[in-house]
Structure formats: structure tokens, C-alpha cells
């Protein structure tokens, strides 16, 4: 089975798409003249959108984009469950404020232990219920619920 990547002229891992197919069939005279062939003008158009997406910034473009918040990355999640300060202090910086865990108690900890348990019931399959190392399972853990 062909992988569903493939490396780029810069040495990145990009995912085939669209252009990649459509290029590839240019390069190899295979393209049909007419609907579905990519042209030129047509390639220096989505490298300007490109630019213009990344803010004209070459490096980003090279380096695979903007990186996505830390909250959404591994290096914002702790290992135990929820975030750690990096993550939530890249969600203040979206401008949310979100708190640290009150496993010791108080109105907090009695809101989040039964809309966690009542997602954990309805959202999530019998399988990642029963995982004692699934995101939910962990933060139910480390709020003591």
C-alpha cells in the first residue's frame, strides 16, 4: 500500500494531496489539457494565498505552519490528566481562564465530578471508559472524583 506521504524538496513529511497528484502527472506529461490541470499562474496564486495565510513568513511555511496552542499539544497536557500551566497559560492567552484542579473540594470540584462522570456515560465507548490511562479517566483521577 503507497504511503499517504511524501517528502518534500525541503526535507519535510507532507501529506499528499490535490497538488501533489496534479503536479506529478505534470511533470510526467500525463496531465490532460483542459479541466483539472494545474497551470503556472495557478501554482504562484496558492503560494501567494500561502503566504498570505502564514503572514508572509517563509520560515513558517517551511517549518510545516503556525504551531497550534500548547493546550492542544502533548507538551500542554499533563501526564496525570487535564493541563499544566503551559497549557492553561496558553488558553489565558486566547483569553479563557481556566483554573487548576480543586481535588480538595468546594462547589468547583462537585460541578466538574458530575459533568465529567455524565460525559464519560454518554460520550465515550466501553472501551475508553474502562482505560484507566484515557484523558477523561485521568483528569476523574486527579480531581479526586
Known amino acids: 500500500m503507497a504511503s499517504k506521504y511524501h517528502i518534500t524538496k525541503d526535507g519535510r513529511r507532507a501529506r499528499k494531496g490535490l497538488y501533489y497528484y496534479m503536479n506529478r502527472a505534470k511533470k510526467?506529461?500525463?496531465s490532460k489539457s483542459g479541466k483539472g490541470?494545474?497551470?503556472d499562474k495557478a501554482l504562484k496564486d496558492s503560494a501567494k494565498t500561502a503566504k498570505k495565510r502564514y503572514g508572509g513568513c517563509a520560515d513558517c511555511m517551511r517549518s510545516g505552519g503556525l504551531k497550534s496552542p500548547a493546550w492542544q499539544r502533548k507538551?500542554?497536557?499533563s501526564p496525570s490528566g487535564g493541563l499544566n500551566a503551559k497549557g492553561r497559560a496558553s488558553l489565558k492567552a486566547q483569553g479563557q481562564n481556566i483554573k487548576p484542579p480543586q481535588p480538595e473540594g468546594g462547589s468547583r470540584k462537585k460541578s466538574f465530578c458530575a459533568r465529567?462522570?455524565?460525559m464519560k456515560r454518554k460520550l465515550t465507548g466501553k472501551k475508553k471508559a474502562?482505560?484507566?490511562n484515557s484523558r477523561i479517566n485521568k483528569s476523574l483521577r486527579k480531581w479526586k472524583c
Do not use: F
Open 37 to 39: 490541470t494545474v497551470t
Open 28 to 30: 510526467r506529461g500525463t
Open 75 to 77: 507538551e500542554g497536557k
Open 116 to 118: 465529567m462522570q455524565g
Open 130 to 132: 474502562n482505560d484507566p
